[in-house]
């Protein structure tokens, strides 16, 4: 699958957002003449997501089903002549205010540096430059460098949002970087691949769902992605039902920077579940656990498979039936409960004897390569989470496939089954996972009062974006609930423009495209 070249911007925008859009775009190309002196020759676009279901499970290898969101990132491009030499990259941004333009060579070795520890906006490009280098390598080994790039971004991704700006930018970039290179069609899987890795060379250990999120969806679906066997991604198209599904994004304007909470919050989860996985797998006696697609090499996923094979004879990798797979996981959770007792968490000095490692070699190999700050590792809670977690997206996904509603209450008992898995995952967060905060519990909880049928955070957690399933006749009563009791409690002055941006309404959008400027 490809990414699509869109003549149109109505290939990319719902009816609803081509207005303001088609503004935005005419803006992005006229500012572009006027800092470069010409037209751009295309302009690469990737999309934020919004993710449904399935969090914190990615990376444990688990299937998750985000949806691309209105909000992108653009990069208007024009190629320089490929001169000899190191090619130059300019980078420019639309709001000059809040970022600096930028300009780097690219050295004759072709290779990109990037410092992970400075929090600047072009290490997204470089890592999306870097990424795409790699893979042109492999596409065509006489590849060094990239050609020389003058580029215009207009970013409308939040950042720390939980809306992965981040891969928007990752995944933006890499496309960018390719079509600059002159590959006309990029294999939609091989983006994503890319963008995965090279986003982790920005420090954050992260799974696979952001980046196939902002480049695989079609228009009007969301998205059900797998791990394994392989990386792959299957449309879902929502029940057609008297009022549609409509998922209201609120934001909590709660800082979620990753890379300042990272080393206590989300790298440390990375490895919380990965040492889960080991002390899982000697509980049950299992031989070396597999080599996987885990950020740290193996995975809850790989546990799960390598029990079920060793144990049941079961493999599960050859197509086993989803109800069999729910049963697993259902099993698997009240194994968990039976055999991590303990509440407290495990200490490295424990975790050293049950896995028969030192604690030098524990550290070396699972503490380094993002460097996390912890007493004790809260595996039984992680694993807990991720079971029943996964088990959720099962349960959401089965719903999803169901027959239409024929009648009002048919329609009502869909929305409420939908909403409570969501509103499950939301008290596991808060609860078990220990991903939440006191602002995305108020926002959770006064939808509810409001007449949303699910409301959970969404995204990494810790702040950042909630996301709420609201029946279309609720969604104004919500929204001034929340304007009301959360925005202008805690920002007095809001402005309506802020109140724009901190309450979004969202229709499952398209993914990643390159657009060609006549
Ligand atoms: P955010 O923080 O929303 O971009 C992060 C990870 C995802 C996934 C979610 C939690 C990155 C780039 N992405 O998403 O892979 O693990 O948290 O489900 O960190
Ligand atoms: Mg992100």
Known sequence: MEVPTAKSLKEIYSEDALESQTQRWNNLISKFKEEYGKLPDFVSRSPGRVNIIGEHIDYCLYEVLPMAITADVLLAVSVHSQEPGPSTIRLINVHPQKFESREFDIPDTGDVHIDPSTLEWTNYFKSGLSGATDLLRKKGNDFKQSVGMDILADGTVPSGGGLSSSAAFVCSSGLAVMKANGVDKVDKKELVEVAIVSERA????????????????????????????????????????????????????????????????????????????????????????????????????????????????????????????????????????????QEEGYTREQLSEILGMSIPDLESKYMKKFPIRAERFMIRQRALHVFSEALRVLKFNELLASPPPKSDAENTELLKALGQLMNETQDSCRDVFDNSCPELDE???????????????????????????????????????????????????????????????SRPGSGSCVYEVA
């Open 202 to 341: 920005v420090g954050v250990n992260s799974g696979g769902m952001d980046q196939s999120a902002s480049v695989f969806p079609v228009q009007g679906s969301a998205l059900y992605v797998s791990f394994v066997p392989e990386l792959s991604a299957t449309n879902i198209a929502f029940p057609r039902m008297k009022s549609p599904l409509v998922f209201v994004i609120a934001q909590s304007f709660v800082a979620a920077d990753k890379h300042v909470t990272a080393p206590m919050c989300y790298n440390l989860r990375v490895v919380e579940v990965t040492l889960a996985a080991l002390v899982l797998a000697r509980a049950f006696g299992l031989k070396e656990l597999p080599a996987d697609a885990g950020p740290l090499g193996v995975s809850l996923r790989g546990f799960h498979d390598a029990y079920y094979q060793e144990k049941h004879g079961v493999k599960n990798n050859h197509g086993v039936s989803k109800e069999e797979f729910q049963k697993q996981l259902q099993d698997l959770v009240e194994k968990v409960d039976q055999y991590l007792p």
């Open 443 to 505: 926002l959770c909880q006064i939808a509810r009062s409001a007449g949303s049928c699910g409301s959970r955070l969404t995204g990494a957690g810790w702040g950042g974006c909630s996301v709420h399933l609201v029946p279309e006749d609720k969604v104004e009563a919500v929204k001034q609930k929340w304007i009301e009791k959360y925005y202008k409690q805690k920002f007095p002055d809001i402005t309506e423009e802020k109140l724009k941006e901190a309450i979004v309404v």
